[in-house]
């Protein structure tokens, strides 16, 4: 790897944590301004009145990165019209919390952009040795995939720094993975753009947190993890689609037992509870911050099986990837994220007495 390499790699970092670093202090008055902030309430977490418009520090340090270190062309165009999109639906949001039915709407809009403009499609799956073509599905699974990115993020950010850390651990993961293949395209550039601005946010956003990225950064953050997934893809930096549904497996599994839960107890799928991991760790008398640090150790496993797979080594990466699967039974088994293990031994005990 070169000096110049290298050099542009600490650029694309430092610029945009700067940038977000420094203009964060008007952002949040701006939040107080016009009303996009969070009163606690129900099962919010947080003791006072916290602005909610990080997400927009997070976008404009990721503009300022990309303009700085990016090239020009219709794929990047795609990206920044869906991004567009995105955060004007959720600073409309944050400000005025919209009904979830606009919320999708604004996400399918720029799923579409990505998909029929910039032409970034799953056009196959491989995993053990097994292939599956999509063809005319392509786009289909496409939107579904960049949708449901968004709404992984989006549903696990209840904690402080819990979002922004996860998505930092992606992007610093796939930039990894990008060196050690040796590939500097796209993806290279905005995966290290947005590394830099999500820690910018962080530096505001670790317990206690000043700001919050709200919808419109959590669905950012969550768009461009999909963006960045399907750009590897496509240029074969991540050789299988399987590596950042690898490094995405905590919020992925969390969300997938959010909808089973809701479902089991026929609430609608976007209802919101405290039943999300997060939420577990707490009521098991955890600080926010060790309940977060545990997530983000978790989290970090699953990057770890991810590059493994890269490397070569597939079997260390499956091993790591069965103990994994372990760990996340027993949470099952010892926690309330899917059964609620309380009204299950009541049902019980009232049949059997």
Known sequence: MTQDILLKMFGMVIVPFLVVVLIMPYIKKIAFDINAVDVPRGRHKHERVTPKLGGLAIFIGFLVGYMLFGTHSATMNAVLIGSFIIILVGVIDDICNLKPLPQFLGQL??????????????TDISAFGITINFYYLSYLVTIFFIVGCINCINL???????????SSIYFLTVGIICTIKMKFGLDFVLTFVMLGSTLGFLAYNFHPASVFAGDAGSNFMGFIISVIALLGFKNVTLTSLLIPLLILGLPILDTLFAIIRRMLKKQHITEGDSFHLHHQLIQRNLSISQAVSIIYVIDGLFASASIMYVLGDRKLGYIIYSLLVIIVLVIILRTNIVFDHEKIKEKFHRKHN
């Open 109 to 122: 809009f720029a799923a579409c952009v990505i998909t029929f403009y910039g032409q970034l499609l799953i």
């Open 156 to 166: 696990i950010d209840g904690l402080d720094g819990l979002s922004g850390g996860i």
